[in-house]
């Protein structure tokens, strides 16, 4: 199926054409009059109520142009850290482009509770059908930057399931493997080939 992605970030694209890609998908971003959606965030602390968000402005931007009845795929994520009461969570984008990588790890400097979960929350819309989807991925936030690959948190966080590297230390497929957006992707693929109840 070919899937219009309604985001601004790069490199979920790019992580959305591999995972959903090697499940049989096209992914392609979503752009109109030249430009990625804008979206209006609302005022909440939940990533589910986020992306529904995010699901209804890209129909009604969609909607009388020549995208109009194709699949849209939006999803929203971000970083929840235990020892800084979730934060920054549905903050993420802002504080990973003002304080960076370096900024959490001086908040964390005094704090042994390193524990952090990336979340993602995906929906899909085709042919007037919503399918949603949670993907999770826990792990410690390391005490230094480490690696350059993926992006965002990437290099300050070590998945649980992992061998100590950082996702910014590990090849795309390895991260795709393992994280929330990877998780959230695949449960939309088995939800897209379930039988209608
Ligand atoms: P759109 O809203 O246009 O999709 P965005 O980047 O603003 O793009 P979000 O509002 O969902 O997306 O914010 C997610 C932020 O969380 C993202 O910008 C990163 O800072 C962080 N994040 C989420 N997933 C990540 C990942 O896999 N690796 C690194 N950082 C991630």
Known sequence: MKILFATSNENKIAEAKV???????????????????????????????????????????????????????????GLFIDGLGLFPGVYSSYVSRTIGNQ???????KNPNRQAEYRAYSILYENGKYWNSMGKCSGQISTEIRGSNGFGFDPIFIPNSGDGRTFGEMLQSEKDAKSHRGESLRILCDHLRAPLK
Request: net charge negative; with cysteine; charged share 25%.
């Open 19 to 77: 995972a959903l890609g090697t499940l049989g998908h096209d992914v392609a971003r979503l752009i109109i009059d030249g430009k990625s959606p804008n979206f209006i965030e609302p005022q909440a602390d939940d990533i589910e109520v986020i992306s529904k968000s995010k699901i209804d402005q890209s129909l009604e931007l969609i909607s009388g142009t020549k995208f109009e009845g194709c699949a849209i795929l939006v999803e929203d994520s």
């Open 103 to 109: 900024g959490i790890i001086n908040l964390l400097e």
